[in-house]
């Protein structure tokens, strides 16, 4: 049977996808491998994903962003899935979730898979559920065969919702909002059904047998994580914890990469308490936080109360952000919640990786400041992590070309614009000079790949031609920006 990552990383082998994130994070070879090999980071690289340009997620490498995508019982085609795929890593996803419970889940998976370059994630559970009829009608058999018909297909990452037992269930008696998690809520609907432990949790090492024969990463669910401030960091979220670390372990034995889901709603001073607690119970298996929310009164704005938090976490060690969009609460994202979503989580992630000093992270700043200083309004534009938005906002007062070389914007006005004011002052010698130097070179920058411009722009040749699909045309098209 051939390796997975982590059995590679152990006997000091570097293979190609381990060379290949290392370029794009500008990091030495060898620290992959290492960070790998201790379960710090996770490459998740089916070996059926052909289509897949290999990415690491990890508290040492720059911070990643997933995106959920996913058809529902009422929107469900082909054409449409596959335009969200496209949008999500238009956008800048890092990764992708399949979060799909509609109609042809196998045809589209497929789909996704062939035309991805970013690794694909999905929750079986989902599959299971619709499958069987009912959270109660599930078996441990059916499980098995989806976890394995979904391995074989070449879903890079599987959330397992395994962390959550029989005994964790009475401590959710107090909460505000109960269980939230999807999952969390079947598999507790279930064992409440059978009297008996979560199926999940009692079929874990066969899991791991097809995890380890497809090389597919685990992403532990959290199924109890709280749905409120009220919830957060209570024994039942923290109970499921000490599971997820004991799984984890259980994952790293059998040669499986493992990454851990976190929560969810969390005020601000207990959002770096989570992460450690999860790097302590978890012997440091990447985090892979949802938001967190840090207050509940803006649906409409999660995106943003969100990225607050995912900002934090990332700074106290998460390693990738699940973003949210403006319709979390309230509805199925469209493709301009997609597009804010993902701007937030951008924003959220780079921020961290300047925080957290990641080498040549703040490279890409300092160039949009030379460029905003020298008021060069193109480069200020390419270099903007949404640069369509930008111009956009810039163009609705001053949409001329010969306000592309102008000494002000309509935000202060001509008379008004420090920065000109400034530069005329220096140029007067009423003030010192600033330093003159070089200016930033993106192109020699140690950055990673994801904290350099474009991010979001995506040509169409970045991803796998469409061809071989319906829809094919809609999405050639809609590449073409
Ligand atoms: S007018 Fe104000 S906002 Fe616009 S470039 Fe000058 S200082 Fe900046």
């Known amino acids: 049977m051939a390796q997975t990552q982590l059995q590679a990383a152990r006997e000091g082998t570097v293979t190609p996808e381990m060379e290949r994130v290392a370029e794009r994070e500008n990091r030495d070879p060898e620290l992959v491998r290492e960070q790998i090999a201790d379960g710090q980071a996770v490459i998740p690289a089916n070996r059926h994903h052909d289509a897949l340009d290999p990415m690491i997620i990890g508290r040492e490498f720059a911070t990643k962003v997933n995106a959920n995508i996913g058809n529902s019982e009422t929107t469900s085609d082909l054409e449409t899935e596959l335009e969200k795929l496209h949008t999500a890593v238009h956008y800048g996803a890092d990764t992708v979730m399949d979060l799909g419970t509609g109609s042809d889940l196998d045809e589209i998976r497929e789909a996704h898979i062939a035309h991805s370059p970013v690794p694909l994630g999905t929750v079986p559970l989902y599959e299971a559920v619709k499958r069987a009829g009912s959270p109660e009608a599930i078996t441990k058999d059916l499980l098995l065969e989806i976890i394995e018909k979904q391995a074989e297909q070449g879903v890079d990452y599987m959330t397992i919702h395994a962390g959550i037992l029989a005994e964790h269930l009475p401590l959710t008696d107090g909460r505000k909002t109960g269980i939230v998690s999807r999952g969390g809520s079947i ?10 432990q979560n199926p999940l949790y009692q079929v874990f090492p066969e899991i791991c047998e097809i995890f380890a024969e497809h090389d597919v990463t685990f992403s532990l669910g959290d199924s109890l994580r709280p749905g409120c401030l009220a919830d957060a960091c209570d024994e039942a979220q923290y109970a499921e914890l000490d599971t997820l670390g004991e799984l984890t ?21 207990k959002v770096a308490e989570n992460v450690e607690r999860q790097q302590e119970v978890c012997d440091g298996a990447p985090f892979y936080v949802l938001g967190p929310l840090v207050t509940d009164v803006a649906p409409g704005y999660d995106h943003i109360t969100s990225a607050i938090g995912a900002a934090m976490a990332a700074q106290a060690g998460a390693a990738m952000l699940c973003y949210v969009t403006p319709k979390e609460h309230l509805g199925l994202p469209e493709e301009d919640d997609v597009r804010a979503g993902l701007a937030a989580y951008r924003i959220a992630a780079h921020a961290a990786d300047v925080g957290t000093e990641r080498p040549g992270a703040r490279d890409w700043d300092d160039a949009l400041s030379e460029a905003r200083y020298a008021f060069d309004w193109h480069e200020q534009f390419d270099l903007a992590l949404d640069p369509d938005r930008a111009q956009s906002f810039h163009d609705q ?6 306000y592309k ?41 140690p950055a990673a790949e994801v904290n350099r411009p474009p991010v979001g722009t995506h040509a169409a040749g970045d991803l796998p031609p469409m061809a071989d699909h319906e829809g094919s045309d809609a999405l050639e098209e809609a590449s073409d920006d």
Do not use: Y
């Not at 034995?253 to 001073?269: I, L």
């Not at 007062?397 to 010969?402: K, V």
């Open 397 to 402: 007062t001053l949409p001329g070309d010969n």
């Open 187 to 196: 598999m507790a609907s279930w064992m409440e059904a059978h009297g008996e």
């Open 249 to 269: 372990q259980v994952g790293w034995d059998h040669g499986v990469q493992v990454m851990v889901e976190g929560p969810g709603h969390v005020p601000m001073h």
């Open 405 to 445: 070389q102008a000494r002000f914007c309509s935000m202060c006005g001509a008379e008004f614009c420090s920065m000109r004011i400034d530069q005329d002052a220096r140029a007067d010698g009423k003030m010192k000079s600033l330093e003159e130097d070089e200016g930033t070179d993106l192109q020699t920058s």
